[in-house]
């Protein structure tokens, strides 16, 4: 979708309260993945182990990382409701929702260590480093933030290992 009116109002609640158009903004789809993958390192239900996030970026999609002129974010939705997110620390410590991480624009690399326990990638410049990282526990979804030309590369493998509970 694109050229969709931003407007601003000090107060407004409706429509007629919004007094400028503060811009125009463009929504594109993600590019395709060649493939992706999540990987379970154990099977059995209530224990606590790595899960290894794997997917590769294609070729079709080139031009659009290597154009991408903005940050780019990569958002991790959970959706199988018998895995849940841990920390990354070495016991896996239960995650909660952290106010101070909750949305764009609070995202920091404290945010990447607590969720993230390895990034790695086949490009020559490796995993790019993120700008940082936010996440809604409750929600289920956990993002990656990237610094203006430095996101993700096109046909390039990546993997993220984090901490999952599995449950019955």
Known sequence: RSNLRVCWSNSGTNSSDFVVE??????????QLT????NLVISSAGATAPMVIAFKTSTASAARYRNAVN?????LNLIDEHVSLRQADPDASELS????RSNLGREDQVGCGMLF?????DHPNGFPVPKGCFYDHFER??????????????SSE?????NVETRP
């Open 22 to 31: 503060a811009g125009v903004l463009e929504i594109q789809e993600a590019p």
């Open 35 to 38: 493939y992706s993958t999540a």
């Open 71 to 75: 940050s780019m974010m990569l958002r």
């Open 97 to 100: 929702d952290d106010g101070d």
């Open 117 to 121: 326990r390895e990034l790695w990638s």
């Open 141 to 154: 979804s956990y993002a990656i933030v990237f610094e203006p030309k430095n996101g993700l590369s096109e």
């Open 158 to 162: 990546y993997q993220i290992v984090v």
